[in-house]
């Protein structure tokens, strides 16, 4: 089996060689290591060119929005950067104001259409916002991946409607999440994608640990019992996902 984390944060230049080399050791053959500034930008960017396996995103997450986006555009030229983000809404946390996250959300759209390159979509605790945004900017024109999915069917209903498929995390396999699961059971195979946002959110069984790209393997087994499939055909599915659009040629 050969897996495809297409989210997750590596660690800085050589410390992310052990991971990329447990991640490789578990079958996770490719890796999208994601940006979350100008500097973890950058970072993404030197660890991609470190690693064969790896591939990069540029952008400024909602948390730090506030810091606007100088410097972004310039680095989305490199070849190794497949997308933009992640970018987004967060007001669960709202380590921004409202306004700068909407305005840096609108201009990284902007900035995915004029370089046709596809968006990763951090969105929590503001589902209409972000559906209106994307909506209104016409982000379909490139679409992407609203990743570690933690809302509902309808919302991913909607949401694919407008060019954005679904990635669901570790979030899935927790016992509470009935509606991301329910998400999960109903998402078209051709539109589900599987990631760690590692380290963060580890599934269970590792739940609490530091999560590991290696782990994705957990959560995809929890979404095809969900789904009553069988695991190496939804690693397949989910890489080939990952692979059209972020456009990756092998
Ligand atoms: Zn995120
Ligand atoms: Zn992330």
Known sequence: MTWFDQHCHLPAGADSDEVVADAAAAGVSRLL???????????????????QSVWATVGVHPHDAHGGLDGIVELLDEPS?????????????????????????????????????????????????????????????????????SEDAPFAKAALDLGF?????????????????????????????IETDAPYLAPMPKRGKRN??????????????????DPEALAQASYENAVRIFGIHE
């Open 33 to 51: 290591t994601v940006g979350t500034d100008l500097e973890h930008s950058r970072q993404a960017i030197a660890v991609a060119q470190r690693h």
């Open 81 to 149: 950067v497949v997308a933009v983000g992640e970018a987004g809404l967060d007001f669960h946390y709202d380590h921004s104001p409202h306004p700068a996250q909407e305005e840096a959300f609108r201009r990284q759209i902007a900035i995915a259409k004029e370089l046709k390159k596809p968006l990763v979509i951090h969105t929590r605790s503001a589902p209409e916002d972000t559906l209106r945004i994307l909506r209104e900017e016409r982000a379909k024109d490139v679409g992407g991946i609203i990743h570690c999915f």
């Open 165 to 193: 498929v679904s990635s669901f995390s570790g979030i899935v396999t927790f016992n509470k999440a009935v509606a991301v699961q329910d998400a999960a059971i109903q998402q078209p195979a051709d539109a589900l994608l």
């Open 212 to 229: 590991e790209p290696a782990y994705v393997a957990y959560t995809a087994a929890r979404i095809a019992e969900l789904r009553g499939e």
